[in-house]
């Protein structure tokens, strides 16, 4: 998020990014030293403008409760949700990084709206779309990649970006080794033996697992349905 104004050609700007970079880096050494110390003195060697040769000599941050905002953490949330999802779209289809895609958003809350609305800028830079819609009325095309981030339903449009025929045959491959994966876990999970012998942790990491798995097998599925339909649309 910093990029912009670090990059960017407006010298206070930059000059105030740095300055926050700086401090969260410095201040978080500090408090890691105790349980880091060789690390953190390391890395502190290094920090260009550090007060002092010996990090173990820097007395630790004073807490700052006036800067405490909890309404930012939800609206923080639903903005990096937004970018991951477009990157986890690209990344599962293989879309190239330097391809521009559109994002439309179908927003829960007008505050959430509003949010896009501000971010929308950053979410350009971050996410590598060139059209940021968002509103309550936003429909999505029927070949798009989707998430649901928060309430809102996220839409990446494919059409003239992807080869539909092709990605339905790579998701066809993907789907088969998925469903192969879920019938062993679930099959491990549906022995007896294995449930009550094994440590309670590995039980619970192949649920997790399971979960997973089927997450991931139902979205490439719907997925693959839109592309079929838009297909022989």
Same mark, same amino acid.
């Given at each position: 998020?910093?990029?912009?104004?670090?990059?960017?050609? !407006?010298?206070?700007?930059?000059?105030?990014?740095?300055?926050?970079?700086?401090?969260?880096?410095?201040?978080?050494?500090? @408090?890691?030293?105790?349980?880091?110390?060789?690390?953190?003195?390391?890395?502190?060697? &290094?920090?260009?403008?550090?007060?002092?040769?010996?990090?173990?000599?820097?007395?630790?941050?004073?807490?700052?409760?006036?800067?405490?905002?909890?309404?930012?953490?939800?609206?923080?949330?639903?903005?990096?949700?937004?970018?991951?999802?477009?990157? %986890?779209?690209?990344?599962?289809?293989?879309?190239?990084?330097?391809?521009?895609?559109?994002?439309?958003?179908?927003?829960?809350?007008?505050?959430?709206?509003?949010? @896009?609305?501000? %971010?929308?800028?950053?979410?350009?830079?971050?996410?590598?779309?060139? /059209? *940021?819609?968002?509103?309550?009325?936003? /429909?999505?095309?029927?070949?798009?990649? %989707?998430? *649901?981030?928060?309430? &809102?339903?996220?839409?990446?449009?494919?059409?003239?970006?992807?080869?539909?025929?092709?990605?339905?045959?790579?998701?066809?491959?993907?789907?088969?080794?998925?469903?192969? !994966?879920?019938? %062993?876990?679930?099959?491990?999970?549906?022995?007896?033996?294995?449930?009550?012998?094994?440590?309670?942790? *590995?039980?619970?990491?192949?649920?997790? /697992?399971?979960?997973?798995?089927?997450? /991931?097998?139902?979205?490439?599925?719907?997925?693959?349905?839109?592309?079929?339909?838009?297909?022989?649309?």
């Amino acid at each position: 998020m910093a990029k912009p104004d670090l990059y960017g050609k !407006d010298a206070s700007r930059k000059a105030a990014a740095q300055k926050v970079l700086w401090t969260a880096l410095s201040e978080t050494l500090v @408090l890691l030293h105790p349980v880091m110390p060789f690390v953190t003195q390391e890395i502190w060697s &290094c920090l260009p403008g550090a007060p002092g040769p010996d990090i173990a000599g820097e007395r630790y941050p004073e807490a700052r409760p006036q800067l405490r905002n909890p309404s930012l953490g939800p609206r923080m949330g639903l903005f990096q949700g937004v970018v991951t999802a477009v990157r %986890t779209i690209r990344a599962e289809l293989g879309i190239e990084p330097t391809a521009k895609l559109d994002l439309l958003v179908r927003t829960a809350a007008d505050a959430d709206r509003e949010l @896009l609305a501000e %971010t929308a800028e950053l979410i350009r830079f971050l996410a590598r779309v060139d /059209k *940021v819609e968002a509103g309550p009325q936003v /429909k999505g095309h029927k070949a798009s990649g %989707t998430a *649901v981030v928060q309430g &809102c339903e996220v839409f990446v449009p494919l059409s003239g970006v992807v080869d539909f025929a092709s990605e339905i045959a790579r998701l066809s491959n993907e789907l088969a080794k998925i469903e192969k !994966d879920v019938r %062993t876990a679930g099959a491990k999970l549906a022995n007896t033996g294995f449930v009550a012998n094994a440590p309670a942790e *590995v039980v619970e990491k192949e649920r997790e /697992k399971l979960t997973a798995l089927a997450d /991931k097998q139902a979205k490439l599925q719907n997925l693959a349905a839109r592309l079929q339909e838009a297909l022989g649309a």
